[in-house]
């Protein structure tokens, strides 16, 4: 939860400050991921703070991926900035590094280099449906991971309830939350 470019009122004056460093921090782990040769990068929601964030932030963000294109990036759109159709997620060209999961249902992409499937959603609105209720991986083989925006603490939320047993049923090896 970056929440790129929120105004952190809460903090007054100090808000402008902080905003600032968030968005250090954020670059600083794309930077780590080239340093490193990170195979992956997972944003599991709310990388922006609004679903149309300014224009120049989005820009800057997309500079910033293109300098990885050996790290794959896979974001799952959270409730702040979601998937809409003013959206930077649908109106902007990411990187062909980095994968949107768009739509509000599960969908696998298979990264066979790594024998990797990697599941994800992302939320179309404010609020987002239980989406490992019934959910399964393909038992495929390789590993299997999840990236999603989800509450696993209160089971009537709207943001995409989690429990601990539909991790444990999911068939994910790992999941991004």
Known sequence: DAHLGS??????????????????????????????????????????DQPTPDKDLVQQ?????????????????????????????????????????????????????????????GYAAMDCPALLQDFRAKDTGGYHVGVLHGDPMQLNSPYCPITAEQVRQSGLQYLAL
């Open 61 to 121: 963000v997309i500079e910033q991926m293109e300098k990885i294109p050996e790290t794959r990036i896979f974001i799952a759109p959270g409730n702040h900035d979601y998937c809409s159709a003013t959206s930077p997620w649908l109106t902007e060209i990411f990187p062909k590094n980095v994968h949107i999961f768009t739509k509000p249902a599960m969908e696998a992409v298979t990264v066979q280099e790594l024998d990797l499937t990697v599941y994800g959603a």
């Open 7 to 48: 105004d952190i009122r809460s903090l007054g004056h100090l808000g402008g400050k902080r905003k600032m460093e968030i968005r250090e921090s954020f670059y600083k782990i794309l930077a780590l991921c080239e340093e490193e040769k990170a195979d992956i990068l997972f944003t599991s929601g709310d990388l922006f």
